[in-house]
């Protein structure tokens, strides 16, 4: 699919087997929930963007993501070293997003945060098919961390849904996948390879809903022999079609709805986690937490991501059941208004 708005100002909806090239949100026929027509400033401040890469490992967990949200640019990154439970983070805030630049391309182009000495930029190339995070901080970390959709092929799961009343989301998960590159930080010196490093990305766009909720879950590693990635939502992208899968070494498996049963209020008490059709059927235990707080108005996020591990079980259609032992992921329960 070349772009994602049909000629008559609509998206393409559905599960696609690949990317489209374009995200080309400013030719969609954006209307008000009674039916008039708006304008260009109206899709520039109800588009918004975001992108995350996440680094899953037993010596090193990590997280960054760069969002646009018409009003702000926000990004974070965090490293969490499960050994000494020694963490490091950083966040930033950008009015307007000024110092920030977004590719509408999913497979191809560079999305990017500059902050005085501070540098988070995801980096995607078409050909050959990868992903790149490269963080660069001020006080001397650095992010370098590239993963491959061909080893030997792997099945991204991409999807168009509609968004309340006059919205739409397209979303594109990967999990699963080995990750290479290296990690230099005051917790050590990473080689990725060498410490066997699992890699989770997400690249989401549209005209979301103004004000959402929702609880997401991921694991990447190697299970029974198997490379294992699992990506997993409750409260956002299901109107029609679910993001919900899991993969065995890059094959995508289709999962139903889910149900995350936990404690709002002590969100590193374990959580379970279970499909409505029984493949999945996970515990999560809670190791950390990055979390953010905001309250501006016209934006505000309850945000938090909790990184642990997960054990449970995984039963693929017309396959043995696969036991899933302490595995690396993260979960989330995010509010937010923007």
Same mark, same amino acid.
């Given at each position: 699919?070349?772009?994602?708005?049909?000629?008559?100002?609509?998206?393409?909806?559905?599960?696609? /087997?690949?990317?489209?090239?374009?995200?080309?949100?400013?030719?969609?026929?954006?209307?008000?929930?009674?039916?008039?027509? %708006?304008?260009? $400033?109206?899709?520039?401040?109800?588009?918004?963007?975001?992108?995350?890469?996440?680094?899953?490992?037993?010596? !090193?967990?990590?997280?960054?993501? !760069?969002?646009? $949200?018409?009003?702000?640019?926000?990004?974070?990154?965090? !490293?969490?070293?499960?050994?000494?439970?020694?963490?490091?983070?950083?966040?930033?805030? !950008?009015?307007?997003?000024?110092?920030?630049?977004?590719?509408?391309?999913?497979?191809?182009?560079?999305?990017?945060?500059?902050?005085?000495? #501070?540098? @988070?930029?995801?980096?995607?190339?078409?050909?050959?098919?990868?992903?790149?995070?490269?963080?660069?901080?001020?006080?001397?970390?650095?992010?370098? /961390?590239?993963?491959? *959709? *061909?080893?030997?092929?792997?099945?991204?799961?991409?999807?168009?849904?509609? /968004?309340?009343?006059?919205?739409?989301?397209?979303?594109?998960?990967?999990?699963?996948?080995?990750?290479?590159?290296?990690?230099?930080?005051? %917790?050590?010196?990473?080689?990725?390879?060498?410490?066997? /490093?699992?890699?989770?990305?997400? &690249?989401?766009?549209?005209?979301?809903?103004?004000?959402?909720? &929702?609880?997401?879950?991921?694991?990447?590693?190697?299970?029974?022999?198997?490379?294992?990635?699992?990506? $997993?939502?409750?409260?956002?992208?299901?109107?029609?079609?679910? *993001?919900?899968?899991?993969? @065995?070494?890059?094959?995508?498996?289709?999962?139903?709805?889910?149900?995350?049963?936990?404690?709002?209020?002590?969100?590193?008490?374990? &959580?379970?986690?279970?499909?409505?059709?029984?493949?999945?059927?996970?515990?999560?235990?809670?190791?950390?937490?990055?979390?953010?707080?905001? #309250? @501006?108005? $016209?934006?505000?996020?309850?945000?938090?991501?909790?990184?642990?591990?997960?054990?449970?079980?995984?039963?693929?259609?017309?396959?043995?059941?696969?036991?899933?032992?302490?595995?690396?992921?993260?979960?989330?329960?995010?509010?937010?208004?923007?």
């Amino acid at each position: 699919m070349d772009r994602l708005i049909q000629a008559n100002g609509q998206p393409h909806y559905g599960i696609f /087997a690949d990317a489209p090239r374009l995200i080309n949100y400013r030719d969609f026929d954006f209307r008000s929930a009674m039916g008039r027509r %708006l304008g260009a $400033l109206a899709k520039w401040r109800r588009f918004h963007q975001f992108q995350y890469f996440g680094l899953l490992s037993d010596e !090193l967990i990590g997280g960054c993501a !760069l969002a646009n $949200l018409s009003l702000a640019g926000v990004g974070f990154v965090y !490293l969490f070293h499960p050994a000494s439970g020694r963490m490091i983070e950083r966040q930033f805030k !950008l009015p307007l997003g000024l110092g920030t630049h977004f590719s509408q391309q999913p497979q191809s182009g560079v999305c990017e945060l500059r902050s005085a000495g #501070n540098l @988070l930029r995801f980096d995607n190339s078409e050909a050959p098919r990868e992903k790149r995070l490269l963080v660069e901080l001020d006080d001397g970390t650095r992010i370098d /961390a590239c993963f491959s *959709e *061909e080893q030997p092929s792997f099945q991204p799961m991409c999807l168009a849904t509609q /968004a309340g009343v006059n919205g739409w989301v397209y979303a594109q998960k990967v999990a699963g996948v080995r990750c290479r590159g290296q990690v230099i930080s005051s %917790l050590g010196e990473f080689d990725l390879t060498a410490i066997d /490093a699992f890699a989770h990305h997400d &690249w989401s766009a549209g005209f979301m809903r103004p004000e959402t909720h &929702w609880n997401w879950a991921c694991l990447s590693g190697q299970a029974g022999g198997l490379r294992v990635g699992l990506n $997993l939502s409750c409260g956002v992208n299901e109107t029609s079609f679910t *993001e919900n899968c899991f993969w @065995l070494d890059g094959k995508l498996i289709k999962v139903d709805t889910v149900r995350f049963a936990f404690d709002r209020d002590q969100p590193l008490q374990p &959580w379970q986690i279970d499909s409505h059709d029984g493949q999945v059927q996970l515990r999560f235990k809670a190791r950390g937490v990055h979390q953010e707080h905001i #309250n @501006l108005g $016209l934006l505000a996020s309850n945000f938090k991501q909790i990184f642990g591990q997960f054990s449970g079980v995984l039963r693929p259609p017309g396959r043995p059941a696969l036991t899933i032992d302490n595995l690396w992921g993260f979960v989330e329960d995010q509010y937010v208004k923007w």
